[in-house]
């Protein structure tokens, strides 16, 4: 295991599969159509590997859904902008309807901003 994750970068593919497993369910308490894709084979080997991922993914589908929750409640009371620090392949710009006058702004390391980007590029951010 410790030869597929490089670097602190490589847990957010490893995320990633869990929003993917959790989107695939009928009865999702959240959609991420990116997430496969975002986490890729590499995630997909890093989940895998780490049994303690599989057995608690409640936990990480949890904290996805309370941040989207969270999300659209400060919106929905006119905050206007989004400081997303530690990003890693955080989709939510993309599967959320949130205003097109909402700014968001994503800081992380560049290799990380750069491969979202590279999965994005052809994507909207949703928008009500």
Do not use: C
Not at 88 to 110: F, I
Request: net charge negative.
């Amino acid at each position: 295991m410790s030869s597929l994750v490089q670097n602190i970068s490589d847990t957010a593919k490893w995320v990633a599969v869990f929003r993917a497993e959790e989107s695939e369910r009928p009865d999702a308490v959240f959609h991420d159509p990116f997430a496969r894709k975002l986490a890729g084979k590499k995630g997909e080997q890093i989940a895998d590997a780490i049994g303690f991922g599989k057995d608690n993914s409640w936990s990480f589908i949890a904290r996805t859904f309370l941040l989207d929750e969270f999300t659209l409640r400060y919106v929905r009371e006119g905050y206007d902008m989004v400081l997303n620090l530690a990003a890693g392949l955080d989709a939510r710009p993309y599967r959320m309807d949130l205003p097109s006058s909402l700014q968001w702004v994503e800081v992380d390391l560049p290799g990380i901003i750069e491969e979202k980007e590279k999965v994005l590029n052809h994507e909207t951010p949703g928008v009500i």
